[in-house]
């Protein structure tokens, strides 16, 4: 009863290859000319590899035995992890993305995307450690000293260290303003750093030698709220000059949080107590040097959110073909059995289409918004990188809010045709559920990614960016021949009339946003996915093949079955705040 998993290779290089011809852009591109279409290919079948056979054995036994605190801030991850995490750090998959200048690979963004789907796919518990220390690098390589740098990044590249992002406290989760960690200056120019922090991924752990935290803190002059937020570098072990690690520092794991899901991944409670800090970019700058990190983790959890839909449907897939139960309604397809497969029931099927129209969708927007900041990174072209950034800014909270969001429901439904057996531990079932369910809550959750995209993606630039969007949107849709292009059409003028009317809202009803954000981005979300057919129907056209056809097939179930959400959210989006803000709040009591 062991999960299985086949990484969906085919998939992922007709929409890398043929959805959005990134050998093209790679040849094209001076700073690409190293990838090539070969290569890509053998890190696609090597990851493919290493998630089946040394990541999926240890995801249910990793939730089964957890992270375990020790005591005296020792943290030790379940069985197995240690040896899996060295393989995977010696065959340079966490420098895969990372600056050459350093020890990384310079692979884009499209490529380690895939990567990371199926590093979630197979153990999402274990995918945290290196992705946070990803992360980590990221803001280091954009804000970071060039000693710094030097410092930090081959090591962490390497797996040698790793990384963590220290944001939250017990009383301030989103508002960063109001966080009390301090960091008083010290005579050879380093900081004492005084606070606690909790939620921290990854925050300890036996797998690397030392760990770079990057903790949010105000010096004592800082001015008051987010502008007063510096970002610090706080190794667990103090660095020697010669780069070789000296006494240990000041900051240690108090606890683990006992999780609802993940509990390989150690969500720690650190407390620093007058720890060595290092000032990583301007004062009082820290918060934006930190939302480079954020982001990348906001992206990511789609891609968690992807790879758990993606086990939860091939499981669910293969079990309803072997599972007897009922009769077909079209009459006995099984004479010689009890009972027919349950694959034959409508309502299974609508289960799973519901989870693979998802999935394909999912991953061809990732890659959208992958080939997006690739052409931000690396284009020569100054216009083609200002609207590439541009795009993704607007959508990294739909890519983290809705993907998350539709993967958690379609991992209810894998779960759901197996029925009573879904709910037992055995399957698995319930495990791809309990731990995805996180996707949705951290990194900001999906009700602020809403607040965001709404409030400071939409209506700060009186809707410019979003209406661009839907520009393109409609030229992609215009020439598309399959019905869903007409029906994305359709779908974009609706978001367009229900941006239109939002922003006449906000400002004249001070709950506007907040009570409209969550459907407006489902709305936004929907439209996306349309579009993403509308380039997959586009791709696959006059091709021949079962896989081609399958791909139309999927875009007439969308366009039935799917698509019709959007308008149910548009119409409670533009419904506004008046049902939602007229009870008081006695009522709540």
Partial sequence: MALQYTAPLDEMRFTLKEVFKAPEFWSNTDQLSHVDEQTVDMILDEMAKFATEVLLPLNQSGDEEGAKYLGEGKVATP????????????????????????????????????????????????????????????????????????????????????????????????????????????????????????????GEHDLTENIIHLVLAKTPDAPAGSKGISLFAVPKFLVNSDGSLGERNGVQAGSIEHKMGIKASATCVMNFDNATGYLVGPENKGLAAMFVMMNYERVTMGLQ????????????????????????????????????????????????????????????????????????????????RQNANAKVALLTPITKAFLTDKAFEATVDCQQVFGGHGYIKEWGMEQIVR???????????????????????????????????????????????????????????????????????????????NASAVDYLHAAGYLCYAYMYVLIVKASAGKDGEFYAERQKLADYFTARVLPKLYAHADMAQAGSSAIMAFDNEFFA
């Fill in 305 to 384: 959110g992807l790879g758990a839909s993606v086990l939860a449907y091939q499981n669910a897939a293969a079990y309803a073909q072997e599972r007897l139960q009922g009769r077909a309604d079209d009459g006995v397809k099984f004479a010689n059995k009890a009972a027919d497969p349950i694959i034959n029931f409508g309502d299974v099927r609508r289960m799973l289409l519901n989870a693979k129209a998802n999935s394909v969708a999912t991953r061809t927007f990732a890659m959208y918004v992958a080939n997006n900041l690739d052409i931000a990174k690396f284009s020569d072209d100054d216009t083609a």
């Fill in 79 to 202: 069985s197995g992890f240690q040896e899996a995490f060295r393989a995977y750090a010696d065959a340079g998959w966490i420098g895969l993305g990372g600056d050459p200048e350093y020890g990384g690979q310079g692979m884009p963004k499209m490529v380690t995307m895939l990567i990371e789907e199926m590093l979630f796919a197979t153990n999402q518990s274990f995918t945290l450690y290196p992705i946070l220390t990803v992360g980590a690098t990221l803001s280091l390589l954009a804000t970071a000293s060039d000693e710094q740098k030097a410092q930090y990044l081959e090591k962490m590249y390497s797996g040698q260290w790793a990384g963590t992002m220290c944001l939250t406290e017990s009383h301030s989760g989103t508002d960063l303003g109001i966080i009390k960690t301090r960091a008083v200056p010290k005579e050879d120019g380093s900081y004492a750093i005084t606070g606690t922090k909790i939620f921290i991924t990854g």
């Fill in 435 to 513: 731990d995805v369910r996180i996707s949705q809550i951290y990194e900001g959750t999906n009700g602020i990614q809403a607040l965001d995209l709404l409030g400071r993606k939409v209506v700060k630039d009186g809707g410019a960016a979003m209406f661009a969007f839907l520009e393109e949107i409609q030229a992609a849709a215009s020439d598309c021949d399959h019905q869903i292009g007409v029906a994305t059409l359709k779908a974009a003028e609706r978001v367009r009339e229900l941006t239109t009317d939002l922003l006449d809202k906000a400002g004249n009803d001070p709950h506007a946003i």
